[in-house]
């Protein structure tokens, strides 16, 4: 795929210049494979080693099961039917500096429940504690189970809409 083994190139920041060096690669290899044509000759190349992630390229969080989902799917629904907002299934979690993916919240409400009243919560089912840390860095409430988001729609937001009217 003539992807640039620069790692630098592969950061959001830097797309532009990923693609100035892709550009370059496939060129290259467009030109080497026709000169090797007229020379009657097919060129075998290196292709070198594949690419490999490392523990610091990983993306934190995410769905691992299709039950992990299916449970998901189902509480961004219930909150849907309270008359809250939306959340978002797999909310990328982006640092506001760099541009650069932190992580992926398993369900969120970047905006809140009831957006510009309630504060960014999200649902985090068997994530890490280093996502964890992240998402409380960026100023999200989150919940680590199902029951507690529910107790904190029911008692704290539900209730003071209640009292409100």
Do not use: C
Not at 111 to 140: K, N
């Amino acid at each position: 795929h003539w992807i640039p083994m620069d790692r630098e190139l592969w950061r959001i920041e830097n797309y532009l210049d990923f693609l100035a060096a892709r550009r370059e690669l496939l060129a290259k290899a467009g030109n080497d494979f026709l000169y090797s044509l007229q020379e009657g000759q097919v060129l075998e190349r290196d292709l070198g080693e594949p690419a490999t992630l490392t523990v610091e390229d990983r993306i934190l969080g995410g769905v691992s099961t299709d039950d992990e989902e299916e449970i998901l799917l189902q509480v961004a629904g219930w909150v849907s039917e309270q008359g809250l907002a939306d959340g978002e299934l797999l909310y990328q979690l982006v640092d506001e500096e760099t541009g650069s993916l932190l992580g992926i919240l398993d369900l969120a409400w970047p905006d809140g429940m009831q957006p510009r009243l309630t504060e960014p919560v999200a649902l985090l089912l068997d994530e890490s504690d280093e996502l964890v840390e992240m998402v409380q860095r960026a100023g999200f409430r989150f919940f680590r189970s199902v029951e507690a988001l529910r107790l904190y729609i029911e008692h704290e937001i539900l209730e003071a809409e209640a009292v409100e009217y």
